[in-house]
């Protein structure tokens, strides 16, 4: 039998805020796939634990009927860290752990674990949210920069050449059926071009892979006059408006709509941003909404690098280019503007003129003028109401963890929120 995998979250996950209020940092989407499709690819077969923090526990059990959630069992188990950009020879170091021996890197973070006996029968009483994997001899492995993900900006940087990794491997793993015949669609670079099956693009859509691969995926719809620059990725059930323009490095979840101009920027599940306005080197969480003429500023007039606030520090991202940040569930009005390097938490609806803040807690009500709490219950009520639309089901878990982050970001919003 093959050895247990069991996918884990350190500390390094707060990093990661605010989407990973409401995911594992291992869900994450990342070109093509997720952080946790790309680990699994490497161990076929294997059977999978997941682990996570534990509020997300139960909402975790639930979208994985099939899989162990937080319960370690049998002689002996992989851990690897869902933080891990995972390739064949990161893999192969993993696969000669001997038991009770860890992978670290030159900074002594673990990317990976072999753990057996009692050790993994005490994880299972361990109150904390993450493992403890002190006692373990340990092999310090010299990754190459980006192998272990540190923030989410660097899911946004490199998330072009992420789509291209990806696409080699799902298209190895796919076969390529006879080239469908689209009527008044330019490809170029057909080949480099990848349409799943039940897609409809209209006429006078312009497919560019010149510069990098087209992944699109099951029953998507590209309506006319459409630009799509590679390498980019359009999910499954997706929708790309008349008119918009996707550049380079694009990926987009499943089930959303996506209009106007996007560029190297990721978009996780369900949400939408269907009408004109800019957003550029964002990364934007589930169940957003934006209004008409929304837009992200992703360079300063002065083109310093970019610093955000996070956890409440100051970071300096070494970035030159960077957009919005935004949490699940978040929404804006028409004609909203963001500026460089804003982050948004989970829940959040804002509106005005002017830019707001570049960091605004979860929760919040407002935009340049004032910032207020959004009602708890009444947030709940629009969630309910948005997952309706789209056939979902907002099941207890779903609450639990939306007022787990109201409670956990609480003192966030008695705090001035930074400018």
Known sequence: MKKKICLFEDAGTENFLPLTYTRPVYELLFGISTLREKIISYFPQSPIILHTRKFLEAHLKEMNPALSVNNFTGNEILFINGRLLINKTISDEIKKLTPNSSLVDSDGVILAACMSGDKIASLNNDTGDYIDFSGLDEKRIDLRTGNLLKYLWDLISSNEDEIENDFKRLTKLRRKSSPRRFSNVVFNNRKNIFISKNCSIDPFVYLDASTGPIYIDENVQIMSHCFIQGPAYIGKNSTVKNGAVIYHGTSIGEMCKVGGEIENSIIHSFSNKQHGGFLGHAYLGSWINFGADTNNSDLKNNYENISVLLNGKPVNTGLQFLGLIMGDHSKTAINTMFNT??????????????????????????????????????????????????????AETDEKVLTDVFEMTRNERGRKSGQ
Do not use: E, M, Q
């Open 341 to 394: 390097g804003t982050i948004v938490g989970v829940s959040c609806n804002i509106f005005g003129s002017g830019f707001p803040p570049r960091y605004i807690p979860s929760f919040s009500w407002g935009g340049s003028d004032f910032l207020r709490t959004y009602d708890l219950s009444k947030s709940l009520d629009v969630a309910k109401i948005v997952y309706g639309r789209r056939g979902k089901f907002f």
